[in-house]
Each structure stands twice: as structure tokens, then as C-alpha cells.
């Protein structure tokens, strides 16, 4: 990873085995339009939401770059024209 601590590497440096913070989570998943600052990740993980799946080491929740993006892309319904389309 480049750049100072908690800076994102460039997509070009990118991989799916890369852990996450909180903070670095909340930041990537701005990209997906999906807007979660990081105590919200931490209360839906507390809570058994259906936030994004992390991991803990040593008791310290890490989020898996590729489990964030498969989790974002989930979230994105189809293209509708209305409403009343299903999803």
C-alpha cells in the first residue's frame, strides 16, 4: 500500500485479500455511493445488521476489500423505470 496511514493505495494497487479499517471500509464503500461512516459499520456489525462482513483480529474488526465490494454490489437494485418494477 502507498501513501500515509489510513490513505486508500490507488486502484491500480488494489487487492480482493487487502483488510480494511473501519475508517478505510467507510471511505471505500463512498465510492459505491453507499454512505456508512465507520460507527455506523460498527454498530450494524454489534447488532447483526446487514452491514458488510469483517473479521476480527485480536479483537480489532478488519473488512476483506473484495467481501466489501461483492457486499456493495449487492446492495444496488437493477435500472427501473418506476417504483412499481420489481427489484
Known amino acids: 500500500m ?3 496511514p489510513g490513505e486508500l493505495p490507488h486502484p491500480a494497487e488494489e487487492r480482493d ?3 480494511l479499517t473501519r475508517a ?7 465510492r ?3 454512505g456508512l461512516k465507520p460507527a455506523t459499520l ?3 456489525w454489534s447488532v447483526g445488521g446487514d452491514g ?3 473479521r476480527h483480529i485480536r479483537g480489532k474488526p478488519w ?3 473484495g467481501e466489501l465490494r461483492a457486499w456493495a454490489l449487492s446492495q444496488q437494485t437493477r435500472l427501473r423505470r ?4 420489481t427489484r
Do not use: N, V
Request: hydrophobic share 30%.
Open 32 to 34: 459505491f455511493h453507499i
Open 17 to 19: 485479500e487487502d483488510l
Open 24 to 30: 478505510q471500509a467507510s471511505e471505500y464503500l463512498a
Open 52 to 54: 458488510p462482513p469483517c
Open 82 to 85: 418506476s417504483r412499481r418494477e
Open 42 to 44: 460498527a454498530r450494524l
Open 2 to 4: 502507498t501513501g500515509g
Open 63 to 65: 473488512y476483506p476489500r
